[in-house]
């Protein structure tokens, strides 16, 4: 009889201690394998199940980061690195590389179908109501289907497998298992992701949406809709990929018109700094003043407990060193009880300090300061070099430098935000015509892309006239406008603003390219280091057909740091069929 390997992760251990009823979920004996006969008796098994998958999930994310950023443009192997990072960086991965096996992916996914049968099976048998199926079919279908988005994006064409393998080495078997064109996957993604039976999130206070030791686990689980969003992005489906994204904007939007009714996943201001996540000083005009215990470092900090975080963060998982797995970031980025091995790039540096910020009036001089402080608080110099922060500010102080515990290595693998999903419905807006709204939603909001010429605001920061999903309500009259608004997206402020930026131009020509480059940009500013950058680079070039737009970035990188092979890589990129690794188990 197969047997299903049993490891305890921090999902599973979490979520187990959480409750009374979700105890049953870690109900079995200690040993090391299972018959499937002592699985899938109840729902409780079924969540067991599910939690193990995003447990092994978690075991995938060192790879996540360095296939989507070490690819690109903005972070770069050290001196401490071995050859199997030199290789990604410099787009040699030879067939032993690990970091470039679809392998670990597939065994997962051959794991999220072995759980699909026997979820069948289990309503088929009245051990799953229609509801509880709906919710955990939807999601271990939705964990699949991204797992396949990624191995499209990085390996081009691969097979696509839904049946329960007894092992994964089948899939080598061409003839049973022939590889799908990456568009083609898309199309087959699309199709499956489409026909699940649910799209939103756990239930509040059911068994997969409670909160344990700090960690709420709604935000653990795939968000379905901006899953959508991105597979009909790629697909080219502009105006399909916007109306997902707008689903997740306006997660908030409901009941009580309260700060989230009005901020949740809107880039809106609040009140409350720990919330709202502007770049702020405490003196106008003075770096040294720089904020740094609340605002926007402070969302990769603070508590997934936190209405901040609750605002900001759409996926994320959080590594407690009380659990397995270890947290794999530490290891990568830290130069204090990790290996530093890689670090962000000097053009990533160059990037941020080419921005301005906006300009303040200080003893009667009028100026801005000539950099995007967002890159301070991204990464900074640890003992004379370059570190990347975003991962390691639960492990680090922000003051010191310095581990609290040395060993108490916790953290969290952030995998989209509210301003991941503003970029995306700002680029698929942008491509389906709708430029200012794009060009809005990036720099300074509703007020400053559609200014109101007086007190009287009815006309003006909306676009009303616009079919769903772009016909948005931004007015605010003020405290004295007559007549007096306060509609649902009043309070956004668009990204760059929030980051205390400058607007970029409004370009009088080639209004279309130059917004989706300038969005792509602010991406990397904003977003840097969270696993998107390869991916929007390739997408970019896709769609322009444009392999420079690519090879020119990723040689940019090498060649600021001295990378010898900046020339041949850039050759390299110039083709299209080496933008994807190749396929190797």
């Known amino acids: 009889?197969?047997?299903?390997?049993?490891?305890?992760?921090?999902?599973?251990?979490?979520?187990?201690?959480?409750?009374?009823?979700?105890?049953?979920?870690?109900?079995?004996?200690?040993?090391?394998?299972?018959?499937?006969?002592?699985?899938?008796?109840?729902?409780?098994?079924?969540?067991?199940?599910?939690?193990?998958?995003?447990?092994?999930?978690?075991?995938?994310?060192?790879?996540?980061?360095?296939?989507?950023?070490?690819?690109?443009?903005?972070?770069?192997?050290?001196?401490?690195?071995?050859?199997?990072?030199?290789?990604?960086?410099?787009?040699?991965?030879?067939?032993?590389?690990?970091?470039?096996?679809?392998?670990?992916?597939?065994?997962?996914?051959?794991?999220?179908?072995?759980?699909?049968?026997?979820?069948?099976?289990?309503?088929?048998?009245?051990?799953?109501?229609?509801?509880?199926?709906?919710?955990?079919?939807?999601?271990?279908?939705?964990?699949?289907s991204f797992?396949?988005?990624?191995?499209?994006?990085?390996?081009?064409?691969v097979p696509y497998v839904t049946s329960a393998l007894e092992t994964v080495d089948a899939i080598k078997d061409q003839k049973n298992f022939p590889r799908l064109s990456f568009d083609a996957l898309l199309d087959t993604l699309i199709k499956f992701e489409e026909a699940l039976p649910f799209k939103g999130e756990y239930p509040a206070g059911t068994n997969l949406n409670i909160t344990v030791d700090g960690y709420p686990t709604a935000k653990w689980f795939i968000n379905k809709r901006?899953?959508?969003?991105?597979?009909?992005?790629?697909?080219?489906?502009?105006?399909?990929?916007?109306?997902?994204?707008?689903?997740?904007?306006?997660?908030?939007?409901?009941?009580?018109?309260?700060?989230?009714?009005?901020?949740?996943?809107?880039?809106g201001w609040d009140s409350n700094g720990d919330i709202d996540h502007y770049i702020n000083y405490g003196r106008a005009g003075d770096a040294s003043t720089l904020t740094l215990n609340s605002q926007w470092r402070f969302m990769f900090e603070q508590a997934m407990t936190t209405e901040g975080f609750r605002r900001e963060w759409v996926w994320a998982i959080p590594f407690d060193n009380k659990f397995k797995p270890g947290n794999p970031f530490i290891k990568l980025f830290s130069p204090v009880g990790g290996q530093y091995l890689v670090k962000p790039s000097q053009d990533a540096i160059d990037?941020?300090?080419?921005?301005?910020?906006?300009?303040?009036?200080?003893?009667?001089?009028?100026?801005?300061?000539?950099?995007?402080?967002?890159?301070?608080?991204?990464?900074?110099?640890?003992?004379?070099?370059?570190?990347?922060?975003?991962?390691?500010?639960?492990?680090?102080?922000?003051?010191?430098?310095?581990?609290?515990?040395?060993?108490?290595?916790?953290?969290?693998?952030?995998?989209?935000?509210?301003?991941?999903?503003h970029m995306r419905f700002a680029e698929a807006a942008n491509r389906a015509g709708k430029h200012r709204l794009a060009w809005g939603f990036y720099n300074s909001g509703f007020a400053g892309a559609y200014p109101a010429s007086g007190s009287n605001v009815t006309n003006f920061q909306n676009t009303l006239s616009e079919p769903y999903p772009f016909n948005f309500d931004g007015r605010n009259s003020g405290s004295t406008?007559?007549?007096?608004?306060?509609?649902?997206?009043?309070?956004?402020?668009?990204?760059?603003?929030?980051?205390?930026?400058?607007?970029?131009?409004?370009?009088?020509?080639?209004?279309?390219?130059?917004?989706?480059?300038?969005?792509?940009?602010?991406?990397?500013?904003e977003n840097g280091f969270e696993g998107t950058r390869w991916p929007d680079l390739l997408r970019i070039a896709l769609r322009r057909n444009d392999p420079a737009f690519l090879a020119d970035k990723v040689y940019a990188k090498l060649q600021k740091d001295g990378v010898a092979e900046a020339s041949a890589v850039r050759a390299k990129l110039m083709n299209k069929a080496n933008w994807y690794l190749p396929f190797n188990f």
């Open 147 to 157: 797992l396949y988005l990624q191995l499209g994006i990085h390996f081009g064409e």
């Open 351 to 421: 990037r941020w300090n080419s921005e301005k910020q906006r300009p303040v009036t200080v003893a009667g001089t009028v100026s801005g300061l000539p950099y995007d402080a967002r890159g301070q608080l991204t990464w900074r110099e640890i003992g004379g070099q370059p570190v990347v922060m975003k991962y390691l500010y639960n492990y680090l102080n922000y003051l010191t430098n310095a581990p609290t515990n040395i060993l108490q290595k916790d953290g969290k693998w952030f995998l989209f935000r509210q301003t991941h999903l």
């Open 481 to 525: 406008g007559v007549p007096y608004y306060r509609a649902d997206w009043y309070r956004n402020i668009g990204i760059r603003a929030r980051a205390n930026l400058i607007d970029q131009a409004v370009p009088a020509t080639d209004s279309l390219l130059n917004i989706e480059s300038g969005l792509i940009n602010e991406t990397a500013l």
């Open 1 to 144: 009889m197969k047997k299903i390997s049993i490891k305890i992760f921090l999902l599973a251990a979490a979520v187990s201690a959480g409750s009374v009823s979700c105890k049953k979920i870690f109900d079995v004996k200690p040993k090391t394998e299972l018959d499937v006969s002592q699985m899938y008796r109840d729902v409780y098994d079924a969540d067991a199940a599910l939690i193990g998958l995003y447990g092994k999930f978690m075991l995938l994310s060192e790879q996540y980061i360095i296939l989507n950023e070490l690819r690109a443009d903005m972070l770069e192997y050290t001196s401490n690195a071995d050859e199997n990072l030199r290789q990604i960086s410099t787009h040699s991965a030879t067939a032993s590389n690990p970091y470039a096996s679809p392998r670990p992916f597939y065994e997962l996914i051959i794991n999220c179908n072995d759980v699909l049968k026997n979820f069948d099976i289990m309503r088929k048998d009245n051990k799953l109501n229609e509801t509880e199926y709906a919710h955990r079919y939807s999601d271990v279908g939705s964990l699949r």
């Open 226 to 267: 901006v899953l959508l969003g991105d597979l009909h992005l790629w697909k080219g489906n502009y105006n399909s990929a916007a109306s997902w994204y707008r689903e997740v904007m306006e997660t908030g939007t409901t009941g009580t018109q309260n700060g989230s009714y009005y901020s949740m996943y809107k880039v």
